[in-house]
């Protein structure tokens, strides 16, 4: 069973900076590669693709709307994905997902609370 917990939301100011963290445990074995990603869902809206980063060649991806802002890293030895942001806007303002890919399988956090707010 694949766990993925989520850290690090909360109120931050426009302009502000924030990193999230995901904590992964339950990947049986080591040399099955992980993509793990970020995703967000504002209020009303559709959860939407934010970044992911490949466990086997550290390759990464963000989207469009996040580039140049966010960045999304990985400590393998610590199973641990996080989601460093910057220049936050109230628009980022969403529950913040962790998913995990593994196996043909996809996994979700429960997810954290972004709030972009002066």
């Known amino acids: 069973q694949v766990f993925l917990v989520e850290s690090g939301g909360g109120l931050v100011q426009p302009g502000g900076s924030l990193r999230l963290s995901c904590a992964a445990s339950?990947?049986?074995?080591?040399?099955?590669?992980?993509?793990m990603s970020w995703y967000r869902q504002a209020l009303g809206k559709e959860r939407e693709f934010v970044g992911a980063?490949?466990?086997?060649?550290?390759?990464?991806n963000h989207a469009d709307s996040v580039k140049g802002r966010f960045i999304i890293s990985m400590d393998n030895a610590k199973n641990t994905v996080y989601l460093q942001m910057h220049s936050l806007r109230p628009e980022d303002t969403a529950v913040y997902y962790c998913?995990?890919?593994?196996?043909?399988?996809?996994?979700w956090g429960q997810g954290t609370q972004v709030t972009v707010s002066s």
């Open positions: 980063i490949s466990s086997a060649s550290g390759t990464t």
């Open positions: 339950g990947f049986t074995s080591s040399t099955s590669a992980v993509t």
């Open positions: 998913s995990a890919l593994w196996r043909g399988d996809r996994y």
